[in-house]
């Protein structure tokens, strides 16, 4: 994004006011802070409040982000990291002609990295298309990895889920002032994100701070205070310390950052499942869980509920719900460490029959596994433990509570002309019509832009109006909206998932 340096109009908002600088089809105005610099006294507390600034605070550029260092040397989105502490800050991109007290639809975005990783200023989060459809977007950060979910004796636990709540109780105090309605407020997340998005609207602490939820490729954890208060005592223990917020405060960044990844590494699918029978007891085991992440939210019964209990009951079964998966998501990324060839795809139809699977669900898989290769024989199971099954298993338990009929599937099955999956992340440059943004090509060849169109469209619809134009769950408890592939409604999308889940759904 090259937004141009001219500065435009200020903004106030709660802390001062902003301005910003011009952008396709509107403005922008990049990392304005809501909350304090997360350093020194408030190191490791719930967000505190903004100082007031005097004067115009120029958001003209991307500022310090909770990303402090690279994932990796190559990653599928870019993901920028901007060195600095004002790092708990959000990006809003308005409409042209968004005059205050427009009362435009507003989409609030989390990104996703596995709650340790990714970045708001990603090229692939740029709201212009959105702005273009009459929409005010969002982009927010939140603490990340050991900063902002691990355990610490007098600290308080999901630091980064409060990081979100605080950004979403700032849209609701200042989104007015670009144009958005605070009653109109979808919020939206990839992978962790998504996880979030569904956290959020299981928790009554977000309670009335949104009105519309889409979960992309997004499931909810189950790690519990205990178990985040061992791993955070076993971390402290490794880096000699005591356990206290004055023992972790005297331990620097660097340290933390060096270290934390050992004790949140996703167990590969050899360690945690080595069998096809063992997946599909892991998948009934936690029907609507994905493997579980050392740092991320925890279940504390005040800011996170076990979704289970909450997602269907009070105002959560009341918000309209968008949730879906890519065809593919972690095949391709768990290839290596799961059974592969002819007779592996053999022996993993011998366990799908002996869990009880219907004939027509297993020939559903092995078309699949057909479809991109024998050497995912293993590795598309391990897709629908960790994101299928509980995207499934999500709008079927709303179904069963009575909102099934605000809940929608979605399938997305276009494969990359790079590597012929579709892989975690590849919606997304559809979903932002950001076909031409910085890597998208990398990853997906010469993508379509009739088919993000088609996905953009429907996003818009459901930010606008809390619809999608398909039949819900709860005239279809399998059915999902297709995009690619054949596309259109396709009423066995996730049947191979249902009975995955069995009775557990």
């Known amino acids: ?59 003209d550029a991307y500022g ?19 060195p600095g502490d004002d790092t708990l800050s959000l990006s809003v991109f308005t409409p042209a002609g968004g005059e205050p007290d427009a009362g435009l639809p507003v989409f609030v975005w989390i990104h996703g990295g596995g709650y340790f990783a990714g970045s708001p200023a990603s090229p692939w989060y740029d709201g212009r298309s959105f702005a273009r459809d009459g929409v005010v977007t969002v982009v927010i950060s939140y603490r990340l990895g050991f900063d902002g979910f691990g355990w610490i004796d007098g600290a308080p636990l999901n630091r980064g889920v409060l990081d979100q709540i605080a950004a979403l109780e700032w849209v609701r105090d200042n989104i007015s002032g670009f144009g958005g309605d605070p009653a109109r407020v979808t919020i939206a997340g990839q992978s962790a994100g998504g996880g979030s998005v569904l956290t959020l609207l299981a928790s009554p602490a977000a309670e009335g701070l949104f009105s519309a939820v889409i979960s992309h490729s997004g499931a909810v954890g189950s790690l519990t205070a205990p178990e985040a208060e061992a791993i955070g005592r076993r971390f402290a223990e490794e880096l000699g310390i005591e356990p206290t917020l004055a023992g972790w405060r005297s331990v620097d960044e660097t340290q933390i950052l060096d270290s934390q990844n050992e004790f949140n590494q996703v167990p590969d699918a050899a360690g945690w499942a080595s069998t096809p029978a063992e997946l599909i007891d892991a998948i009934r085991a936690r029907p609507i869980e994905s493997m579980g992440l050392a740092f991320a939210p925890v279940i504390d019964d005040e800011t996170v509920r076990a979704p289970s209990k909450t997602m269907t009951a009070g105002h959560s079964a009341r918000i309209p719900l968008l949730i879906g998966t890519t065809r593919d998501e972690f095949s391709f990324e768990t290839a290596g460490t799961a059974e592969t060839g002819s007779a592996a795809l053999e022996r993993t139809i011998t366990d799908l029959a002996r869990a009880g699977i219907g004939e027509s669900e297993i020939a559903q898989y092995r078309r699949e596994v057909e479809r991109i290769g024998v050497q995912f024989a293993t590795s598309q199971l391990v897709t629908a433990q960790m994101f299928r099954a509980p995207a499934a298993g999500i709008a079927a338990l709303r179904a069963a509570h009575g909102a099934g009929d605000r809940t929608w599937l979605y399938d997305f099955a276009h494969p990359s002309a790079i590597t012929g999956l579709a892989s975690h992340c590849h919606e997304l440059p559809f979903a932002w019509d950001v076909l031409d943004a ?38 279809n408890a399998a059915g999902a909206r297709v995009f690619g592939a054949s596309g259109g409604y396709d009423r066995q999308a996730y049947a191979f998932e249902h009975a995955l889940l069995g009775d557990a759904r």
């Open 1 to 59: 994004m090259n937004p141009a340096s001219s500065p435009i109009a200020p903004v106030n908002t709660t802390s001062g006011a902003v301005s910003g600088v011009p952008h396709p089809h509107g403005s922008a105005y990049l990392s304005i802070p809501f909350a304090a610099p997360p350093v020194g006294a408030n190191r490791f507390l719930a967000p505190q409040p903004r100082a007031p600034w005097s004067g115009v605070r120029a958001c």
């Open 64 to 82: 310090p982000t909770p990303q402090r260092r690279p994932f990796g040397v190559v990653t599928t989105i870019p993901e920028p990291s901007i």
């Open 438 to 475: 910085e890597g998208v090509s990398a990853v997906l060849g010469d993508a379509p832009q009739t088919l993000a169109d088609e996905v953009h469209d429907v996003w818009v619809r459901f930010i606008t109006h809390g619809t999608t134009g398909w039949a819900s769950v709860a005239d």
